[in-house]
Every structure is written in C-alpha cells, then in structure tokens.
C-alpha cells in the first residue's frame, strides 16, 4: 500500500491496438508505468517498438483502433501532440528530420520554459557549437542522438521515451548519451524522489549496461510475447537470439486460441 | 490646404520609416540619406565627400554626362510604365554617385515614400560607381499608414564600374492595394560585383518587377529575393542576368511563401560567353489552398562553354517537420511559424551588420504567430 501512495501510475495501457493505413502495427498492448520506473522494450526491427512509442506520443498515421492511453490517471486518446507533449510525454526520435532554416538555439529557446537552462543544457550534451546551426542539417549521427537529448532536457518531459537511443553511436558518443539519459531519468536521485519515467526501445540493449531498468519485454509482430528482468532477457536474446521468443509466442498465440 | 495636423501626421510617419530600414534618428551609421515623399524631393544628403547624393534633376546640371546615362539600359518604350516615366516632364528621382577607388564605410538609405492616397509615384533613379569604388545602399519603399491605393512606377539605372562592388537592399512594405511596377537595369563592368537582396512581406495590390543585370567579364552578381504573399496580392518577381562578358557568373536566388496570393517567381540566367556560370535556386512554400506559386527558372546556353544550372521546388510545410516541433510542446501556430520564418531566413544571408538585423527583425515580425 505505502509503494501504491508513494509511486503514482504515471502511464497505463490497456490492450492497446493499432493502425496505419490498413496495415496493423500493434496488437492488445498492456503496459503500465510508475513513477521513478524505467522499462525496456526489446525486438528485432519492425517487430512494432516504434510504433508503440509513437502512438503514446501522438504522431499522425498511429490510429488507435481499440483499446486505451491514460496518462496521469486521464484518457489521452483525444488530445494531439503539443498537449501531450505539454502534459509532460516527451519522445527522443530514432529518426529525427532534418529542420532547414530553424537553428537549435531558437528551437531551444521555444521548447524550454526557463531560457536560462539553455546554455547550460547545450554545454552537457557537449552541442555548444552547434547552437547556431540548423536543426539536424549536417549532423553526425552521435550528434543527432545529443540533439534529441538536448531538446527534452528543454522541454523536461516526465515520462521519458527513447526510441534507439544506442543505435549507431561510436564509444565516444555513447558515455555521453548516458549520462545525459540517467540524467532525464533522474537517476542520481534517491530512488524515492524520482518523479520521471521512462521507457527505452533497443534492439541491441547496450544502453542496459550502465542503466538499470525495472522490467524488459519482448515485442515480436506487434505483441509483447514476454517480459521479465531486463539483464535476463538481454541475457537470453545475446544467447538465443530472438528466436525462442518468437517461438514462445507462436506457443502462446496457439494457446490463447 | 494642408494644416499643421497634416504636418504633424507626416513627421509622425516619417519617424516610422525604420520599418523599412530608414533610419532618421541617427540611431543606425549611414554614409548619405535620400528620401522622395510623394513626387517631392524632401532630403538628398551625403556625409561623405566622394559619395554624391542628389536629386537627379540638380545631378544632370552638376555631371552633365548624366544625361547619356538615362535611357541608356532600360528601354524607354519597354512598357507602358517606362513610357510614363520618358513622358514625366519634371522628372524626379535620386543620383548616387560614388568616385573612384572610394570604399563608403557605412550603408547609404533611400527612401520612396507615397504619402496620399492614390497618388501616381513616378520617379527615375541612376547609381554610379566608379571604377574600385563600394557601397551598400539600403532603399525602403513604403506607403503611409492610411494609404492603401496608390501607384509606384519607376526607372533605375544602376552602373557597376570596372572592378567597383554595390550591394543594394530594397525593401518593399507598401499599402494594401497599392500597385508597383519598377523597372531596374544594371550594368556591371569588369570584375565588377552587383549584390541585389529584395524583401516583401507585406500586403500589396500588385508588384510586377523584373531587373535585368548586363554582365562585362569577371563581372559576378546575385540576387536574393524574399517574398511573403499576402492575401489577395499579384506578386510578378524575377530577375534576370544577361552573362555577356567572359567568366562572369551569376546566382539567384528565391524564397517565396505565398498565403492565399499569386506569385509568380521568375529566373533567367543566359550565358552567352566562355567561363560563365549561372546558378538560381527557386523555392516556394504554399500555406494553404488558395494560394498559388508559378516558378519560372530559365536558363539559356549561347555558348559551348557555360555551366548553368537551377534548382526549383515549391510544396507545403512538411508535415514530418511540422509534427516533430508540435511534439516538443510547440502549438501548431508557433511550429509553423518558426518553419516559415527558417525558410525566409534562408534566402538572404551575409549582408552588413545593420542591414541584416533589420531585416530580420522584419521576418520575425512578419512570421509571427499572429500574422501567419
């Protein structure tokens, strides 16, 4: 009970489905998020990571066909993009666009509510030097995965999700990305005041070694076919490869019917 | 009869002028001032010695071979606006004149300013630079805060001496039905450089206007434009750069957003020698479904030995762009108005100090969420 009072249920999926076109991409997706937890979402590419993430933060083409997003105890399945981003759902991008003509400065300054945060956020993700260049135009990939990074310590989102934060970035890049990740997740706060949460989608869960997670899934097909800890499930997946989950599926799917 | 609550009005607004970089506070440095009210020459003043700034009338008194410079490049009986201008029998206009080897430090202003309503605004300008000489001229053409019908017809004769650089910023902000036909030719001789940047972001009637740049070898010139086309506005844009002279090269560049308006952006880069290089870049950006863009990018080869290439595209906002800035807590207004605003920006860069800022400061204003 006391863990109930202390720990708020920040994000609750229920049997959640979804669309694009006439193309099917999730399939009865539970999920449920407290605050201060962090949760990971492994599966091999176009297994519906993505468009999980996506539908939680609203982007267009991710229609709802059944099922429910609450976001702090509310239904959000109404409200578009800026409102959820504004509620405090903020979405590091696996692939973000390039913006022509707009600088990260002035996209700075019209995400963050304090204007002061922003040199000092840019100084962290080592991205100085790039305030005054065009969103994403010409950036490394080290550098793209910092930008998104830098943008949600602007807008300071408290449910945290980051879709591939690890995939293609050197060593060098990858101590950064880190820190800066614990930091949105405000892992070096007791865990007892930590008020964010987050939810990491890897296919490769590099990222796990140096940040502790609570709970793992496995997401094949549009289904979470298992979930566990987040060390053992890697664990099995560098050993097995996906393979035994996507059989267990098969097994579970053939049992549910 | 005009009273002093006339007057009263008109130095109100002249004080207002800065909004299209006209200065008369001395709050920006500028090398000489010139500014015509209506068909009147109010203030033609240099404050530099080797820089002249005169009404044309006095110039053809003081340098008499002024006189073979009128008419010279743009063609009297072209249209009928140009033969308005031929007809004028009291012509006015503005001479800048700059001697040779002088580099003007500081930006000179001119202001055209159409003061009452429905008044004919017929002028004929003539820049000179001699040889080596440079300057930066920033002109401001605008109407009056009640004005909204009125004409702007014009003749501007602009010669780039050998070796000589002009970098000229005109700024359009006229009343809302106001129509505006210039006429602008320039010659630029031997490695002679001609930087045109040309910004409208307010409402008009309609604004045809199309400079023609003659190009001697090694001459290079560009020319910038950006457009905002306001509802009901005909906005008929285009430069042309005639590349006569060996290895002279041009580059234009266009960025136009149109709002329920008609805009037609045109290029056209003909190389007609060795060594020419011609680049233009046409892009436009439509808000909505009632506007329209024409993009009308023209190259034309007459010699085996020229590069000449263009880039146009015209779309919406992308909505990939659009939903990623919406996604960090921006509204849709305030997302679309800083793409807007980037996509402006883009097309005129590296101009002095001063000038940019104004300009700028222009499209923000322009581009905010207010006024998209």
Not at chain 1, 15 to 36: F, R
Not at chain 2, 4 to 12: A, G, H, I, Q, T
């Amino acid at each position: 009970m006391e863990e109930k009072r202390n720990k708020e249920l920040l994000l609750e999926i229920k049997d959640l489905s979804v669309k694009t076109g006439d193309k099917q991409l999730l399939y009865g997706v539970n999920l449920n998020v407290k605050e201060g937890e962090v949760h990971v979402i492994f599966g091999p590419n176009g297994s519906g990571k993505s468009s999980l993430v996506s539908a939680i933060m609203g982007l267009p083409n991710y229609e709802v066909v059944s099922g429910d997003i609450r976001f702090k105890g509310k239904s959000i399945l109404g409200l578009g993009l800026t409102e959820r981003a504004r509620m405090g759902i903020g979405l590091a991008f696996q692939h973000s666009p390039v913006v022509e003509g707009v600088s990260v400065d002035i996209l700075l300054r019209a995400i963050a509510k304090d204007k002061k945060i922003v040199h000092e956020i840019t100084k962290e993700t080592d991205l100085k030097k790039h305030l005054n260049r065009e969103v994403n135009v010409g950036f490394s990939g080290g550098e793209r995965k910092r930008g998104e990074l830098l943008q949600l310590l602007a807008q300071s989102p408290q449910l945290v999700m980051f879709d591939e934060p690890d995939s293609g970035v050197d060593v060098e890049n990858m101590g950064l990305i880190i820190k800066i990740v614990r930091k949105l997740l405000q892992k070096d706060l007791p865990i007892m005041k930590r008020k964010n949460c987050g939810i990491i989608v890897t296919h490769s869960g590099t990222i796990l070694e140096k940040i502790h997670a609570n709970i793992g899934y496995v997401m094949i097909g549009g289904r979470i076919v298992c979930s566990g800890s987040p060390l053992d499930i890697f664990d099995q997946i560098r050993t097995n490869g996906f393979a035994r989950c996507a059989k267990e599926a098969r097994e579970n799917e053939r049992f549910q019917l | 009869m005009k009273d002093s609550n006339y007057d009263k009005k008109l130095k109100e607004e002249i004080s207002a002028l800065d909004r299209v970089g006209f200065d008369t506070k001395g709050e920006t440095e500028r090398s000489g001032s010139f500014l015509v009210i209506d068909n009147k020459e109010e203030e033609s003043l240099s404050r530099e010695d080797e820089l002249i700034i005169l009404p044309i009338t006095l110039a053809l008194k003081e340098y008499p071979w002024v006189k073979d410079l009128l008419f010279s490049i743009v063609n009297k009986d072209k249209d009928k606006w140009t033969k308005m201008v031929a007809e004028e029998e009291q012509i006015v206009g503005s001479f800048i004149y700059v001697k040779e080897g002088v580099k003007v430090q500081f930006p000179t202003q001119s202001c055209f300013f159409l003061h009452n309503e429905g008044f004919d605004q017929i002028l004929h300008n003539v820049i000179v630079l001699d040889p080596g000489s440079k300057l930066d001229v920033i002109t401001g053409c605008t109407t009056g805060n009640l004005v909204t019908r009125g004409r702007h017809i014009s003749v501007t004769e602009t010669f780039v001496r050998e070796g000589a650089s002009l970098s000229y910023t005109m700024i359009h902000d006229w009343g809302a039905k106001t129509v505006v036909y210039p006429r602008t030719a320039i010659k630029v001789e031997k490695r002679g450089s001609y930087t045109s940047n040309y910004v409208a972001l307010t409402k008009v009637g309609e604004i045809q206007s199309n400079p023609v740049a003659y190009l001697s070898d090694e001459a290079t010139v560009k020319f910038s434009s950006i457009i905002y086309g306001r509802p009901d506005s005909l906005i008929d844009m285009g430069s042309r750069a005639i590349l006569k002279g060996r290895g002279s090269s041009a580059e234009i560049i266009s960025r136009v957003v149109s709002k329920r308006s008609r805009i037609i952006s045109r290029g056209y880069i003909e190389g007609g020698n060795e060594g020419t290089k011609g680049h233009m870049e046409c892009n436009g950006l439509l808000l909505d479904k009632k506007s329209s863009i024409y993009a009308v990018p023209e190259l034309e080869a007459s010699h085996i030995d020229t590069e000449l290439s263009h880039e146009a595209s015209i779309g919406k906002i992308a909505g990939e762009q659009l939903n990623y800035l919406m996604s960090r807590g921006l509204d849709e207004e305030s997302a679309r108005s800083l793409l807007i605003r980037g996509f402006l920006e883009g097309g005129i860069k590296g101009l002095p100090r001063n000038i940019q800022d104004r300009i700028d400061a222009m499209i923000r204003k322009a581009t905010s969420k207010e006024s998209i």
